[in-house]
């Protein structure tokens, strides 16, 4: 009597059991899904045997975000791009309910960095209070957002890589000059006379004669009366 163990399993048995295979079922003790799969044995017969593999992802919620026209928190991620050298990702999404797009911003958690500020109160350091301090500043100015953008990325990785817990306004303001005055002068003379809290036109004479000096330009003396 030949033993059925290791006989071949024919063709017709092996697409029933294929079919079966293809089904989705559970292991005890595990989430995997089972599947058939031909075996060569040493006899030189080849059989289906029955393995283990693991399930596919399953989207959770958080990998979406609410559609901010309709609520819904079914969206699909068209395109993604890193930005700012690397610090933001940009996610450009579709809403799967109202199939309006919109846009979302990662960035890296930075650590609590509090500014230190004149009468010593402490404040959270605020990328965006600063990018909006140098938006004033170069204000009908021939600058654009991505050379705003480079600045502020430029400003808050210095700050984070000097300071760790605490940094003093005055400190933070210079490092903040000390990038505007290679981007535009004018920007540059402005965001000094509001940090520095200019009172009078002699104020702004000093400023400005001191920046001439540096880059070392001539500059006109007002004249006696």
Same mark, same amino acid.
């Given at each position: 009597?030949?033993?059925?163990?290791?006989?071949?399993?024919?063709?017709?048995?092996?697409?029933?059991?294929?079919?079966?295979?293809?089904?989705?079922?559970?292991?005890?003790?595990?989430?995997?899904?089972?599947?058939?799969?031909?075996? =060569?044995?040493?006899?030189? +017969? +080849?059989?289906?045997?029955?393995?283990?593999?693991?399930?596919?992802?399953?989207? +959770?919620?958080?990998? !979406?975000?609410?559609?901010?026209?309709?609520?819904?928190?079914? =969206?699909?991620?068209?395109?993604?791009?890193?930005? =700012?050298?690397?610090?933001?990702?940009?996610?450009?999404?579709?809403?799967?309910?109202?199939?309006?797009?919109?846009? +979302?911003?990662?960035?890296?958690?930075?650590?609590?960095?509090?500014?230190?500020?004149?009468?010593?109160?402490?404040?959270?350091?605020?990328?965006?209070?600063?990018?909006?301090?140098?938006?004033?500043?170069?204000?009908?100015?021939?600058?654009?957002?991505?050379?705003?953008?480079?600045?502020?990325?430029?400003?808050?990785?210095?700050?984070?890589?000097?300071?760790?817990?605490?940094?003093?306004?005055?400190?933070?303001?210079?490092?903040?000059?000390?990038?505007?005055?290679?981007? =535009?002068?004018?920007?540059?003379?402005?965001?000094?006379?509001?940090?520095?809290?200019? !009172?009078?036109?002699?104020?702004?004479?000093?400023?400005?004669?001191?920046?001439?000096?540096?880059?070392?330009?001539?500059?006109?003396?007002?004249?006696?009366?």
């Amino acid at each position: 009597m030949t033993n059925k163990a290791s006989c071949p399993v024919s063709r017709q048995s092996q697409r029933k059991i294929a079919l079966v295979g293809l089904s989705s079922c559970r292991l005890s003790g595990n989430n995997a899904r089972s599947s058939v799969v031909p075996v =060569d044995f040493d006899d030189g +017969t +080849t059989r289906t045997q029955l393995t283990s593999r693991p399930p596919p992802p399953v989207l +959770t919620q958080a990998n !979406h975000m609410r559609c901010p026209y309709c609520q819904s928190d079914q =969206d699909r991620v068209l395109d993604t791009r890193t930005t =700012d050298g690397g610090f933001l990702i940009r996610r450009r999404r579709t809403c799967l309910a109202c199939n309006r797009r919109f846009g +979302t911003v990662e960035k890296i958690e930075q650590q609590n960095l509090r500014v230190v500020k004149r009468d010593e109160t402490r404040e959270p350091f605020d990328r965006e209070k600063i990018r909006r301090g140098i938006e004033r500043a170069c204000s009908k100015r021939p600058v654009t957002s991505v050379r705003i953008d480079e600045l502020v990325q430029n400003i808050e990785s210095h700050v984070y890589n000097e300071y760790e817990r605490e940094i003093p306004a005055k400190e933070l303001g210079e490092i903040v000059m000390s990038q505007l005055v290679g981007l =535009d002068e004018v920007a540059y003379i402005r965001f000094a006379s509001v940090y520095q809290e200019f !009172h009078s036109a002699e104020d702004f004479l000093r400023e400005v004669s001191q920046l001439a000096a540096r880059a070392g330009k001539p500059i006109l003396s007002r004249s006696s009366p």
